[in-house]
Nanobody
Framework: VQLQASGGGLVQPGGSLRLSCAVS????????MGWFRQAPGKERELVAN???????SYTESVEGRFTISRDNAKNTVNLQMNNLKPEDTAVYYC???????????WGQGTQVTVSS
């Protein structure tokens, strides 16, 4: 499984960005998809998770502003980020988990910078 993240960039506070994680060969075998982020000098943290059942969860600081979704036809997992704040500035990573056998895959990061 390979993950390719894209969509990062520079945006002003209050703006929006949409990150996309392209999965190859197929998203159908993945049990959990998620987005993490790592700001300078901080540990990597979970931002949003989506299980194959469709259940989602978010870290409290992004609840109501970020939405994780998946497009099975396009084999992508997306993160819509609205009302961005400077504290959202970080490198964002997508992660995929399969449970049988257990394995974790990481995509390369994409930089998100929120600044005026």
């Amino acid at each position: 499984v390979q993950l390719q993240a894209s969509g990062g960039g520079l945006v002003q506070p209050g703006g929006s960005l949409r990150l996309s994680c392209a999965v190859s060969p197929s998203i159908s075998s993945l049990n959990v998809m998620g987005w993490f982020r790592q700001a300078p000098g901080k540990e990597r943290e979970l931002v949003a998770n989506m299980h194959s059942s469709g259940a989602t969860s978010y870290t409290e600081s992004v609840e109501g502003r970020f939405t994780i979704s998946r497009d099975n036809a396009k084999n992508t997992v997306n993160l819509q980020m609205n009302n961005l704040k400077p504290e959202d500035t970080a490198v964002y990573y997508c992660r995929a988990v399969i449970t049988t056998p257990p394995y974790i895959y990481w995509g390369q990061g994409t930089q998100v910078t929120v600044s005026s």
